[in-house]
């Protein structure tokens, strides 16, 4: 069976879920400190993703035996609140200093449009940090994030 | 029950006959022009024609090329037409026409002037047969009843009838003359006839001639129909029930097989019988068994029950390679090493310099390197599939 592994970081009150129930009709399964959603691509294909919450600070140790063995690493931004903005920097930063995987940032939209002002916010599209856009409302967006996280292997 | 073969340009006034004069004394098919109905009777066996077309001229232009059809010329034609002029009239009379039908009409005389047609040419069918018989096929198949009008030397049509499937075959002194199923070829026609063990049929002796079309004479052919038989029995014999439902395997790739192929294992999305296969083709049955079989023998088909307990294996290895079990190690090692107090945590919230991580104690508890790997994996596959999705 050929599986990849996906962390999907982001606050607990934003949409990231979404990320995977526009593309499956399965359930996530709850675990204490994680969620987990299998996209089953074929008989002998599949992505596992692992939904953390940013604020569950409690389970990062949990972090370390996920982030490292994933292919991309998914943060979703919402700068429409700063209070939860201010911390997916702090946990860029923090994933940055701690991992090598890279970083997929998506921008969540703001008042339903597509941010541009991503970079501006304090972000640099350095080596291993990418920005994207996540709309939860759109598959086609979440194709795009996957097909990303795929491509520079 | 008699079956018409409506002819007209007109599909609407097809749909508003079907829908106000098919009854339980006749059914109607449709045919745009005389090649369509040409088409039609290759697939059904019709008791007569209704043809319908203002335009008498036209009309007797049609009614002169069914004459010249040898598929058309013994059928009795019902006319509809708006012709009022007698000269007219009578060359459609003379063309050929069993009776005519003056249009406008109104629903109720058109009824009544249909159950006079129909019942007239059930008397003509009757006066025609100077003796018939009737029985079913768990009695008499087809090869005791080939044999049986071989041995009398007798003349007439047997017409077999299976579900809602109808074949006829053409004696003339015993001898078979022509076979008719579907559009199967005259032999092959009487293979697919000969595998007939249930149904009906009926024999009407007709003081009639009937020039052979088929070459091979009865004893060759009830030979080879053993033949025949035998082999298919021996196909069957290698294969699920022919009643029983056979679905898809997961693991076949229907997009990677041959077009030919991929239509054949089409039918079976969603579960479908080898008997429902058989009747859905019209070709020669053992050309199809044989690629059931191959099928079967490459597991691209399986039995509901096979298939069900497949998919719960294969649901159970995804759980065995995934995460039910990495985790239930995972939350037992931290109920068991580590708590909230014994783990230092980094976390990008903590003031003061980073500590690291006692992973070390998880590790040795957990004995966990990763869940999976990314080494090896067919990321092209992956994106093929996701781009599909």
Same mark, same amino acid.
């Given at each position: 069976?050929?599986?990849?592994?996906?962390?999907?970081?982001? =606050?607990?009150?934003?949409?990231?879920?979404?990320?995977?129930?526009?593309?499956?009709?399965? !359930?996530?399964? #709850?675990?204490?400190?994680?969620?987990?959603?299998?996209?089953?691509?074929?008989?002998?294909?599949?992505?596992?993703?692992?939904?953390?919450?940013?604020?569950?600070?409690?389970?990062?140790?949990?972090?370390?035996?996920?982030?490292?063995? !994933?292919?991309?690493?998914?943060?979703?931004?919402?700068? =429409?609140? =700063?209070?939860?903005? !201010? #911390?997916?920097?702090?946990?860029?930063?923090?994933?940055?200093?701690?991992?090598?995987?890279?970083?997929?940032?998506? !921008?969540?939209?703001?008042?339903?449009?597509?941010?541009?002002?991503?970079?501006?916010?304090?972000?640099?599209?350095?080596?291993?940090?990418?920005?994207?856009?996540?709309?939860?409302?759109?598959?086609?967006?979440?194709? #795009?994030?996957?097909? #990303?996280?795929?491509?520079?292997? | 029950?008699?079956?018409?073969?409506?002819?007209?340009?007109?599909?609407?006034?097809?749909?508003?006959?079907?829908?106000?004069?098919?009854?339980?004394?006749?059914?109607?098919?449709?045919?745009?022009?005389?090649?369509?109905?040409?088409?039609?009777?290759?697939?059904?066996?019709? &008791?007569?024609?209704?043809?319908?077309?203002?335009?008498?001229?036209?009309?007797?232009?049609?009614?002169?090329?069914?004459?010249?059809?040898?598929?058309?010329?013994?059928?009795?034609?019902?006319?509809?037409?708006?012709?009022?002029?007698?000269?007219?009239?009578?060359?459609? @009379?003379?063309?050929?026409?069993?009776?005519?039908?003056?249009?406008?009409?109104?629903?109720?005389?058109?009824?009544?002037?249909?159950?006079?047609?129909?019942?007239?040419?059930?008397?003509?069918?009757?006066?025609?047969?100077?003796? /018939?018989?009737?029985? $079913?096929?768990?009695?008499?198949?087809?090869?005791?009843?080939?044999?049986?009008?071989?041995?009398?030397?007798?003349?007439?049509?047997?017409?077999?009838?299976?579900?809602?499937?109808?074949? %006829?075959?053409?004696?003339?002194?015993?001898?078979?003359?022509?076979? $008719?199923?579907?559009?199967?070829?005259?032999?092959?026609?009487?293979?697919?006839?000969? +595998? @007939?063990?249930? /149904?009906?049929?009926?024999?009407?002796?007709?003081?009639?001639?009937?020039?052979?079309?088929?070459?091979?004479?009865?004893?060759?052919?009830?030979?080879?129909?053993?033949?025949?038989?035998?082999?298919?029995?021996?196909?069957?014999?290698?294969?699920?029930?022919?009643?029983?439902?056979?679905?898809?395997?997961?693991?076949?790739?229907?997009?990677?097989?041959?077009?030919?192929?991929?239509?054949?294992? %089409?039918?079976?999305?969603? /579960?479908?019988?080898?008997? /429902?296969?058989?009747?859905?083709?019209?070709?020669?049955?053992?050309?199809?068994?044989?690629?059931?079989?191959?099928?079967? &023998?490459?597991?691209?088909?399986?039995? %509901?029950?096979?298939?069900?307990?497949? %998919?719960?294996?294969?649901?159970?290895?995804?759980?065995?390679?995934?995460? $039910?079990?990495?985790?239930?190690?995972?939350?037992?090692?931290?109920?068991?090493? +580590?708590?909230?107090?014994?783990?230092?945590?980094?976390?990008?919230?903590?003031?003061?310099?980073?500590?690291?991580?006692?992973?070390?104690?998880? &590790?040795?508890?957990?004995?966990?390197?990763?869940?999976?790997?990314?080494?090896?994996?067919?990321?092209?596959?992956?994106?093929?599939?996701?781009?599909?999705?």
């Amino acid at each position: 069976m050929n599986i990849l592994e996906v962390p999907v970081i982001g =606050s607990r009150k934003n949409d990231k879920e979404k990320l995977f129930t526009l593309l499956s009709d399965r !359930a996530i399964r #709850k675990f204490e400190g994680l969620d987990v959603g299998f996209l089953q691509l074929s008989s002998n294909l599949g992505i596992y993703f692992y939904f953390l919450n940013q604020e569950n600070e409690e389970y990062y140790y949990l972090w370390d035996l996920i982030i490292p063995h !994933a292919i991309g690493c998914i943060v979703i931004c919402d700068l =429409s609140n =700063s209070e939860i903005f !201010a #911390k997916n920097v702090k946990v860029i930063q923090y994933l940055e200093q701690r991992y090598q995987t890279p970083l997929h940032i998506c !921008a969540l939209p703001v008042h339903g449009l597509e941010p541009t002002i991503l970079k501006t916010k304090g972000f640099n599209e350095t080596q291993g940090r990418e920005f994207q856009y996540f709309n939860p409302k759109s598959k086609d967006t979440v194709k #795009k994030i996957l097909l #990303k996280i795929i491509n520079p292997v | 029950m008699t079956d018409g073969l409506i002819i007209t340009s007109n599909r609407t006034l097809f749909d508003e006959f079907n829908l106000n004069f098919a009854s339980e004394l006749t059914n109607f098919e449709y045919a745009q022009s005389l090649q369509s109905a040409k088409e039609a009777q290759e697939w059904e066996l019709f &008791d007569y024609l209704l043809i319908i077309e203002q335009n008498a001229t036209d009309l007797q232009s049609i009614l002169q090329n069914l004459q010249q059809s040898p598929e058309f010329k013994k059928l009795p034609v019902l006319c509809c037409t708006s012709a009022t002029d007698w000269t007219q009239r009578e060359m459609l @009379w003379k063309t050929g026409a069993k009776d005519i039908i003056y249009l406008p009409v109104s629903k109720e005389e058109f009824r009544l002037q249909l159950q006079s047609f129909l019942h007239s040419i059930s008397v003509v069918e009757k006066d025609q047969q100077v003796m /018939g018989m009737q029985g $079913k096929l768990e009695d008499y198949n087809l090869l005791d009843l080939m044999q049986t009008l071989d041995q009398n030397k007798k003349t007439g049509i047997l017409t077999m009838y299976h579900s809602r499937d109808e074949g %006829r075959i053409w004696f003339m002194n015993g001898r078979i003359c022509e076979a $008719k199923f579907r559009t199967f070829e005259k032999l092959a026609a009487i293979y697919k006839l000969v +595998t @007939w063990l249930e /149904g009906d049929f009926t024999i009407s002796f007709v003081d009639e001639e009937y020039e052979p079309k088929i070459e091979q004479d009865n004893q060759q052919i009830l030979l080879e129909c053993i033949q025949y038989i035998d082999r298919r029995n021996k196909l069957i014999d290698n294969l699920p029930d022919l009643n029983e439902s056979l679905l898809i395997s997961p693991e076949t790739d229907i997009v990677q097989m041959e077009s030919e192929s991929a239509n054949y294992l %089409r039918f079976f999305q969603g /579960g479908q019988t080898i008997a /429902g296969f058989l009747s859905a083709f019209d070709q020669d049955e053992l050309k199809l068994l044989e690629i059931v079989k191959e099928f079967c &023998d490459k597991q691209n088909l399986m039995t %509901r029950d096979f298939f069900d307990s497949y %998919r719960t294996e294969q649901e159970r290895e995804v759980e065995e390679v995934g995460f $039910k079990s990495v985790f239930k190690k995972l939350f037992r090692g931290k109920e068991g090493s +580590t708590d909230k107090g014994q783990v230092k945590k980094e976390s990008p919230t903590m003031k003061g310099p980073a500590v690291e991580h006692e992973k070390s104690s998880i &590790d040795k508890d957990l004995k966990y390197d990763r869940l999976f790997t990314t080494e090896n994996v067919d990321l092209p596959l992956f994106k093929e599939k996701i781009e599909k999705i």
